[in-house]
């Protein structure tokens, strides 16, 4: 895809999100009260009072499983290998970036047994009755050590998936990310490396949070979804300049909110 500046292309198209919403479906994700915490810290999230809940996802999943395959087969045959952290962002908000991250986590754990550790951080998660959020300069104090890391780290009803939930989608909460001296990605890429055979990224829009192109530089892959014949060019331009200001390359796009697939024989009228 061009952007716009008569340079090659540097993101490849991964594959089409066939799904009939409108990109800003429920979240399968909510944060319950943890009604069975274990007193030995054995098994992250076990002692934290918060617990994701995943709503029943077996029909939305297995509708979408076919480019699910796709995408993450097509995303490391482009990059020769299987990252271990991947970063999902968007131009504007409403594009599907929490529908197309919650759903890869899933079945990245069901699909390949991965540890997978979602970490959140493009919007509020907490369900009524949730325990309440951290102070976002508590949060980034947690996030400074492994041990910080593993108190905020919650278990989830789904086998091998594990969630971080990070309140700061507020502009004046990035700020501290983005010192030097806090450090708080590498700290927080380097236990997941330890902890987590994968870290997905839920991040905010670009352009809601200029900030995001900051913090996925040390991300592995960085991808972008956009919705099919409604994310605007000169948008998804913005996200690109802004991308390139922060010296960083998006490795794929993904389409969202296909209504239908491209027939054959129209293809082949296109040769």
Known sequence: MSNGTGQKPTEKLLGLIRSTGNGKGQRLFRIVPNGDM????????????????????????????????????????????????????????????????????????????????????????????????????????????????????????????????????????ALPWLLPQRNVMEVLLDHARSAFDLVLFDAESVLAAPWTATIAKPVDVNLLVCRFAVTRREVLNALLDAFKAAGVRPQGIILNARRYSVPQSLYKLLK
């Open 38 to 173: 274990c007193p030995a810290p054995a098994e992250a999230g076990k002692t934290n009072v918060g617990f994701c809940s995943v709503a029943p996802f077996e029909r939305s999943l297995s509708r979408i499983k076919p480019q699910l395959d796709a995408i993450w087969s097509n995303l490391q045959l482009t990059q020769g290998r299987s990252p271990h952290s991947v970063l999902l962002t968007s131009a504007s908000k409403g594009e599907g970036v929490t529908y197309v991250s919650e759903r890869l986590s899933i079945y990245l754990a069901q699909t390949y047994g991965h540890k997978v550790l979602y970490v959140n951080i493009a919007g509020s998660m907490s369900d009524t009755g949730a325990p309440g959020s951290l102070p976002p300069e508590e949060i980034l104090d947690r996030l400074a050590s492994s041990e910080g890391i593993d108190s905020l780290t919650m278990g989830s009803n789904v086998p091998g998936l594990w969630v971080l939930n990070l309140d700061i989608s507020k502009s004046q909460h």
